[in-house]
C-alpha cells in the first residue's frame, strides 16, 4: 500500500469576482507515492504544486477526493487528529521560514518543544541534527548571521527533528545559487537513504528532478499531464508539458531553426541517434560508420546520466556515398532509433 495516495483530488477557490467562476488549483489528481520514494512534482508557476503539497499535511482541505496518508483518509479527519499527524510530516521551504529572533539550536528544537518531549531527549536529538547537517559550530548563531546555504541546512535540521516519514520540500533551493542548491539536495539524499525518510520534491527545475527524485509528476494547469521513473519520463517524454521541461536539462533533435544553423556550418547528411540505458553503445555505432567509410562529426546533443542510467541523443553530419550511409544507418536502427533530419 502507498504510504500517500491521492484519489481524484480536486482544489478549488472562490472566484475573487463576485459571481465568477470558481477557481480550480488542483484538478482530479491520482498519485500513489510509495515508501521510500523521492518523489519530484514539477510544474510551471500556477499549475497546482504548491497547493497539491498543502493538501498533503492537510494545511489546507481537499473540495474533493480523498488523501490517505499512512492508512489514514486525512479528508474526513478532525483538526484534533491532524496535529498528531503532522508531527510525521516534515516540511521545508524556499525562504527558509526560520525564527529570526531565535538561536540555531532553539529553531532546530521548536517542534520539539512544542509537541512536549523531555528536554534531554529534545537537546540530544537537536545536537544529532545539527552534526548531521554539518552546524554543530553555529549552534549559538542566529539565522541573520548565516548564508542562504546555512538557513537551508537548519530548515531541514528543524524539519527532521520528530522523525518523520514523510518531508515536503516546497521550492527548497529556488532561493540558492547552483553550488549551495547541490550541497542541499545532497543532504536530502543522505536523509532519504539513512533515514528512510519519504519526500515530495515540488520544484520547477529540471536539474533538480534529475539531481534526486525516483519519480516524477508533471503538473499543468491543475492535473497531473504525466507521471512515472524519472529516467522514463526524461528520455521519453509523452506531453508537450514534459517536453519542455525535458529540453531544459537535455538536448534532444535539434529544432527548424536550430537545422538551419547546423545546415550552414556542416556538408553532409544530419542525423540524430537516440541512445537509451542497454541499448547499443555509442562506440559501437561510430565503429559502424568508420567500418563503412563514412566521414562524421558530432554536432549537436550530448548524453545524460539518470542515477545511473544514460540516455541522449547525438546528432551527427555524416559525408560519404549515399548507398553507404543508408547501409550504416540501416544496421545502427536495428539497435536504436535512428532520425534523419536534414
Known sequence: MALVALRDVTKTYPSPEKGGDPIVAVDGV?????????????GYSGAGKSTLVRLVNALEPATSGSIVVDGTDITNTPERRLRDMRLGIGMIFQQFNLFNSKTVWKNVAYPLTVAGRPKAEIASRVDELLEFVGLTDKARSYP????????????????????????????????????????????????????????????????????????????DGGRVVENGDVFDVFSNPQVPSSQRFVSTVV?????????????????????????????????????????????????YGGINDIQGRAFGHLTLAIRGADDATDAAL?????????????
Do not use: C, W
Open 330 to 342: 540501416a544496421r545502427i536502427a536495428e539497435h536504436v532509433e535512428v532520425t534523419e533530419v536534414a
Open 251 to 299: 538536448k534532444g533533435i535539434p529544432s527548424p531553426a536550430e537545422l538551419d544553423v547546423l545546415r550552414e556550418r556542416h556538408t553532409g547528411r544530419i542525423v540524430t541517434i537516440s541512445f537509451r540505458d542497454g541499448d547499443a553503445s555509442q562506440a559501437g555505432v561510430f565503429l559502424e560508420l568508420a567500418n563503412a567509410g563514412l566521414e562524421f562529426e558530432l554536432v
Open 30 to 42: 491520482s498519485l500513489d507515492i510509495e515508501a521510500g520514494d523521492v518523489y519530484g512534482i514539477i
Open 144 to 219: 541573520d548571521q548565516l548564508s542562504g546555504g546555512q538557513k537551508q541546512r537548519v530548515g531541514i535540521a528543524r524539519a527532521l527533528a520528530t522523525s518523520p516519514q514523510i518531508l515536503l520540500a516546497d521550492e527548497a533551493t529556488s532561493a540558492l545559487d547552483p553550488e549551495t542548491t547541490q550541497e542541499v539536495l545532497a543532504l536530502l539524499k543522505r536523509a532519504n537513504r539513512e533515514f528512510g525518510i519519504t519526500m515530495i520534491v515540488i520544484t520547477h527545475e529540471m536539474e533538480v528532478i534529475q539531481s534526486i527524485a525516483t519519480k516524477v509528476a508533471v503538473m
